[in-house]
């Protein structure tokens, strides 16, 4: 009987939302899609965080080379940024209910990728490090480690080849442009993650927001994190 596979694919993105961690934990493989295009004022280089004053976003400066001449694996950080934005999510989360027992480790991994000069790296290194602190033992890798070809779905298609994948789960937005009838003629199963009806938790400042960081997820829950999450089922 053949073995199943499912693995995804997402652009790196910075300390990411819950639900980029439920896509990773749904699959067996998770691949960095990110020798494409970095697009500014995105996910890929910042994110939000609660603060008594209301949202924030917190910005890993970078160096922007024209308007279609750079992919996210190349793109370059310009300035120290690292111990800033720890600065301001300590400040922000230092009175929720598990800031005291998950700062050493988080801090460490903003310790660990302050000197980096790559935008991916620090991306991939913070994921990674997240995923051990919620106990997410997905395989991580990259695309550019993969032989595939063509654009769109039909790269898509190449890259579940190239990792053996029986099955594909992608994010909701993608449903835009995937040409699902590729998929069936490749004998590939082809799921969408659904964020909608996540349950809310006890936050600080004001009105509950699910788009913002995973940390603040951490920080207010601790070991519960992952049954505010939501695994998509098999």
């Known amino acids: 009987m053949a073995t199943s596979k499912r693995i995804a694919t997402i652009q790196s ?38 603060t008594a004053r209301g949202l924030a976003w917190l910005t890993i400066p970078v160096m ?12 370059e950080i310009v300035e120290p940024w690292a111990h800033k934005h720890w600065a301001a999510i300590r400040s922000s989360y230092a009175k929720a209910p598990y800031f005291e027992e998950l700062a050493p480790a988080i801090e460490d991994l903003y310790d660990e990728v302050a000197a980096e000069k790559l935008l991916s790296d620090v991306n991939r290194t913070l994921i990674a490090g997240l995923c051990a602190i919620l106990g997410i033992r997905t395989k991580l890798s990259d695309s550019r480690n993969y032989h595939t070809e063509g654009a769109k779905t039909d790269r898509l298609v190449s ?23 590729k998929f069936s003629a490749a004998g590939i199963s082809l799921s969408y993650a659904d964020y909608s009806a996540y349950p809310e938790y006890r936050q600080l400042h004001g009105p509950f927001e699910h788009r913002v960081t995973i940390l603040d997820l951490l920080f207010n829950t601790g070991p519960d994190a992952r049954s505010h999450m939501k695994r998509v089922a098999r």
Do not use: H
Not at 64 to 75: L, M, N, P
């Open 159 to 181: 890259l579940c080849r190239a990792t053996g994948a029986t099955d594909y789960l992608s994010g909701p937005s993608a449903a835009a442009y995937i040409e699902i009838d």
């Open 13 to 50: 993105s910075y300390v990411p939302w819950k639900g980029y961690f439920d896509i990773i934990d749904s699959v067996d493989e998770f691949v960095f899609l990110d020798d494409v295009q970095f697009t500014k004022r995105d996910w890929r280089s910042r994110n939000r965080i609660k």
């Open 64 to 75: 922007t080379k024209g308007r279609y001449s750079q992919s996210i694996e190349r793109t």
